[in-house]
């Protein structure tokens, strides 16, 4: 079945420094989503990426939708420490007409040492 | 606006009690979907409604889990004979219908109810 895998599966970083989580999908996606979920908090949803190729910006996060849209990236410039917490790629689900379900990697966890 | 909301926010039952979890979605919201998270995990899928439908349960456990809908709004998630497996974050999801074919909207997700089985 399909699917979508993210690593790192956790990354401790310094305050300051840059973070990168990379998510692969097993088949192509007509559009990927990221959330981000604080420690004891539920996932919120953060961008939804459509076309091939695409770069988003919201302040320090970059997000890329790759050329084949089976991969994905969030970057973090100069972390945060309210920048901690699992963020989660998802895609349609594919196949058996189920477009209307997301599948969800299992997360980057996020830890920032201040 | 309201978001989603659920109650209880926390449960605590004993092996072998009924339990019923509810969601209020977004109004507007045609879309809902449970989801199960155990400790440190990723989210699980357990059923989809559209409307009062339920065209996929295919993540739900068990027969011991069931769920409906009702008035096209509020969404009761019930656990019959709880096991200590059980215990995990239930979370409901709402979102619009899909747009496109293939390009589902984003999901606004409930704060959970934290089921713990002793």
């Known amino acids: 079945g399909q699917q979508v895998m993210q690593i790192p599966q956790y990354q401790h970083v310094q305050e300051g420094e840059d973070f990168t989580t990379y998510c692969n999908s097993s088949?192509?996606?007509?559009?990927i989503q990221w959330y981000k979920q604080r420690p004891g908090g539920h996932p919120v949803f953060l961008i939804q990426?459509?076309?091939?190729?695409e770069v988003k910006k919201q302040k320090r996060l970059t997000f890329q939708f790759g050329e084949a849209k089976k991969n994905s990236s969030l970057h973090i410039t100069a972390t945060q420490t309210t920048d901690v917490g699992t963020y989660f790629c998802?895609?349609?689900?594919?196949?058996?007409?189920?477009?209307?379900?997301?599948?969800f990697g299992k997360g980057t966890l996020l830890t920032v040492n201040p | 606006g309201a978001g989603v909301s659920q109650s209880p926010s926390n449960k605590v039952t004993e092996k072998g009690k009924d339990v019923e979890l509810r969601c209020d979605p977004i109004?507007?919201?045609?879309?809902l979907y449970w989801y199960r998270q155990s400790l440190g995990q990723g989210l699980e899928f357990l059923i989809y409604?559209?409307?009062?439908?339920?065209?996929?349960k295919s993540g739900l456990p068990s027969d011991r889990f069931s769920a409906e809908r009702t008035g096209g709004s509020v969404s009761t998630l019930t656990i019959q004979r709880t096991q200590q497996e059980d215990s995990a974050v239930y979370l409901c999801?709402?979102?619009?219908?899909?747009?496109?074919?293939?390009?589902?909207?984003?999901?606004?997700f409930g704060p959970g109810t934290r089921l713990t089985v002793t």
């Open positions: 999801a709402s979102s619009l219908s899909l747009r496109l074919a293939d390009s589902p909207y984003e999901q606004y």
């Open positions: 088949t192509t996606l007509s559009n």
């Open positions: 990426l459509v076309k091939s190729g």
């Open positions: 998802a895609g349609p689900t594919v196949g058996g007409g189920s477009n209307y379900k997301l599948t």
């Open positions: 109004s507007g919201h045609t879309a």
């Open positions: 409604f559209q409307g009062n439908s339920a065209p996929d």
